[in-house]
C-alpha cells in the first residue's frame, strides 16, 4: 500500500514539472527566445534544386536531410501566398 502511495505522489510530481517545463517553454516562445535548433541546410537551397529539375531523393542524399526537411521547405513556399 505505501509502494503504491510513493507511485502516485511520484507521478503527480512527474506532472507537475512536466507543466512547469510547459509554461516555461511557452513563455520563451512568447518572447521570441525559444526557436529550436538551427536549419543545416536553407529553404532556399532545397528550392532552387527542385526548381533546376532535382527529385527528392538526390536531395536526400546530398543534403544529408530528410525528406521531410524537404516536405517543409515546400509548404513554406506556398504557404505565404495562400495567407495574402
Known amino acids: 500500500m505505501v509502494i503504491t502511495i510513493l507511485g ?9 514539472i512536466k507543466d ?3 509554461s516555461g517553454i511557452d513563455a ?6 525559444y526557436k ?3 536549419k ?3 529553404n ?7 526548381a533546376a529539375g ?15 526537411t524537404i516536405y517543409r521547405a515546400v509548404e513554406v513556399q506556398s504557404s505565404p501566398s495562400d495567407s495574402m
Open 54 to 68: 532535382a527529385t527528392k531523393a538526390p536531395l536526400v542524399r546530398d543534403l544529408n536531410i530528410s525528406r521531410m
Open 36 to 38: 529550436g535548433r538551427k
Open 20 to 22: 512547469r517545463q510547459r
Open 8 to 16: 502516485a505522489v511520484a507521478d503527480m510530481e512527474l506532472k507537475f
Open 44 to 50: 532556399v537551397e532545397i528550392l532552387g534544386r527542385i
Open 40 to 42: 543545416n541546410v536553407d
Open 28 to 33: 520563451a516562445k512568447a518572447d521570441g527566445i
